[in-house]
């Protein structure tokens, strides 16, 4: 079997074997007693943090690092406030400066209703930061070739957005976070937009190999619990990413052998509704009569299958478009 | 707990009555964290039993921010809860017995009311005295105000640390300052306000501004610090560090955009003018 263990399925980062592939942000907690609890519940090793200026007139006020010197983490500091590679390059140094490791997320929004990433400085910012020895991951848009990009810039990992910061919208584009997962050589962390748990695992079963999350924690009703609940969906998804989907099919697939249904003989034939039916009604005709009758068999089948295709999709509108 | 090679700008004296509806401890709390630098128990007409509740309460707290506590005319209290020192009215006890009784380590000081008072406290070895009131004062009706000739006074001819106490306020500090103090009390102004952090903030503001521009020291320099305009007298990034209780915390410095290392602190001078930057990690994602 198959199981989320770091020593079968490792999760390594600028040389680092992480036993979690859940990193989680520290902002925005409502008090450090909930933001202590809840880091607890996530077993998150690689936490992050932002560089601000002290508040000279408080300087008593606590600083987030109090209240986790007693674990064993990454600390991962962001550049947000940056607006280009230069400020980014700035905050990074700074952040290297207090002595907690070389990792940085480079963040450089360009837009502040969005916050969405400037593509162009993050990649400068990445070349730069990679060159001077930093562990550097990025946080991007949802590009698989800006994604490549970075990932030859010199990324540890790559890390892109679901959706927009704190949006909550989950993974916009599913298609674009799976390709950036199956062709990168480098870890791809989804960060950003996350709203659930199931985004969570949605994002893991795409292939990402971990998540950061920040928000939806800490804004949770109950952040601790979410914290929790998003540890099990992180290993939940990644367990069926790795054990491997079904492929997705337009018609049932009866879990049982058809044969030696308990019914009357008659009602074989002359039920036709079901699936498993079909099938064998077709299997029987190939072995039966030879390729012709097959052909004619698979000729009903097609006309079958156009009509169920056309009520399946009345009932994709009835449901709102899932898909 | 203390050492005698104290010093402090703001002193700040409890006045509960001046805060009904705030708890004790919340309000001086407030006073510490805009950066209060000692601190007085002072409830004349308490039962002595709550004076000592408060005094307990205090003594944890101002430990807390590292600041000593002083209690009025109460030796005993402040033995039992082992305050840094004592503060002593003209008819209290006086201070040649109180020392006898306290011993040569703990703080003493005398509130005086004229340059002889003053004189004879510093003769009999006061740590440090008041000088007022200098303005009419509720905190003590009745008392004749002293003005800010009494202060200019004690300016040239009291050598040991004095306090400008009475009727101060953020309207009439500056010409308390000008007078030459270098220390002032508040209690009204301070415990009465609805944000006393802020006022403690606003008061050690007029005091370094003071202490660089009104009385120059030719150690005292401009410099700018995380984009706010400040007066110091600190050598060194070290010093200046310490200045703002920032020692033992996790920040890091950039001085005129190159960062410094910490084992570079001591060791580098700050000029007029220079431009520092302060930082530290808060949660972020």
Redesign the interface.
């Known amino acids: 079997m198959i199981e989320a263990n770091a020593n079968i399925d490792p999760l390594v980062i600028g040389g680092k074997r992480l036993q979690s592939r859940f990193f989680l942000g520290t902002g925005r907690f409502p008090s450090p007693a909930v933001l202590q609890l809840a880091l607890e519940a996530s077993k998150a090793e690689v936490v992050t943090f932002a560089v601000r200026r002290v508040n000279l007139d408080d300087a008593r006020e606590d600083s987030i690092l109090q209240h986790m010197q007693e674990r064993e983490l990454t600390y991962l500091p962001n550049t947000s406030g940056a607006n280009n590679a230069d400020e980014a390059v700035r905050i990074a140094r700074l952040a290297r400066a207090a002595g907690l490791g070389t990792w940085i997320k480079v963040e450089i929004s360009a837009n502040p209703r969005t916050l969405l990433p400037d593509p162009l400085e993050t990649l400068r910012a990445t070349e730069r930061l990679a060159a001077e020895g930093f562990v550097v991951l990025p946080y991007t848009s949802d590009d698989p070739v800006l994604c490549k990009r970075l990932e030859e810039a010199g990324a540890a990992a790559v890390m892109p957005g679901g959706a927009p910061i704190g949006s909550g919208l989950g993974i916009l584009n599913p298609y674009n976070i799976g390709l950036i997962a199956q062709e990168s050589r480098v870890p791809i962390i989804v960060d950003a937009g996350i709203g659930s748990a199931g985004d969570v695992v949605q994002a893991m079963e795409l292939g990402a190999d971990g998540i950061l999350v920040n928000t939806p924690v800490a804004k949770a009703l109950d952040p601790v619990g979410m914290a929790q609940a998003m540890r099990l969906a992180v290993e939940a998804g990644r367990l069926s990413y790795l054990s491997g989907r079904i492929p997705r099919r337009q018609y049932a697939s009866a879990s049982s052998e058809a044969e030696g249904v308990s019914k009357p003989a008659l009602s074989l034939d002359t039920d036709n509704n079901g699936n498993s039916a079909r099938d064998v009604k077709l299997d029987a005709a190939i072995a039966a009569q030879g390729e012709n009758a097959a052909r004619e068999a698979a000729v009903a089948l097609a006309s079958d299958i156009r009509q169920h295709a056309a009520e399946a999709a009345d009932a994709g509108k009835e449901l709102g478009g899932i898909g | 707990m203390k050492s005698k090679t104290f010093d402090f700008s703001l002193y700040v004296i409890t006045g509960e009555n001046y805060h009904p509806g705030r708890k004790l401890e919340q309000v001086m709390e407030q006073a510490l964290?805009?950066?209060a630098d000692i601190v007085q128990l002072r409830a004349k007409d308490a039962p002595k039993r709550e004076v000592l509740a408060q005094a307990r309460m205090l003594r944890d707290l101002t430990a807390r921010?590292q600041v000593p506590l002083i209690i009025n005319d109460h030796l005993d209290i402040a033995q039992a809860v082992s305050a840094d020192g004592v503060h002593l009215g003209q008819e209290d006890l006086p201070l040649a017995e109180a020392r006898a009784i306290l011993g040569p380590d703990r703080i003493i000081g005398i509130s005086t009311h004229n340059i002889a008072q003053a004189l004879e406290a510093q003769a009999g070895g006061a740590d440090y005295i008041g000088v007022g009131p200098v303005f009419p004062t509720g905190t003590k009706p009745g008392r004749q105000a002293v003005t800010t000739s009494y202060v200019r006074e004690a300016a040239e001819r009291v050598t040991i640390p004095f306090v400008a106490i009475g009727g101060i306020t953020l309207d009439n500090v500056d010409a308390v300052l000008e007078a030459g103090a270098k220390r002032v009390c508040a209690v009204s102004a301070i415990v009465g306000s609805a944000e006393p952090?802020e006022t403690c903030?606003a008061f050690k503001h007029r005091l370094r501004a003071f202490a660089a521009m009104a009385m120059p020291d030719p150690a005292s320099k401009r410099i700018r610090?995380?984009?706010?305009e400040?007066w110091t007298n600190a050598g060194n990034v070290q010093e200046l560090v310490r200045q703002?209780?920032?020692q033992g915390?996790?920040?890091?410095v950039?001085l005129d955009g190159v960062?410094l290392?910490?084992e570079a602190w001591a060791d580098t001078q700050l000029a007029e003018g220079a431009q520092l930057?302060?930082?530290?990690?808060?949660?972020?994602?």
């Open positions: 964290r805009g950066g921010y952090a903030r610090v995380n984009g706010r400040d703002y209780g920032l915390a996790r920040i890091v950039e960062i290392s910490r930057e302060l930082v530290h990690f808060v949660g972020g994602g």
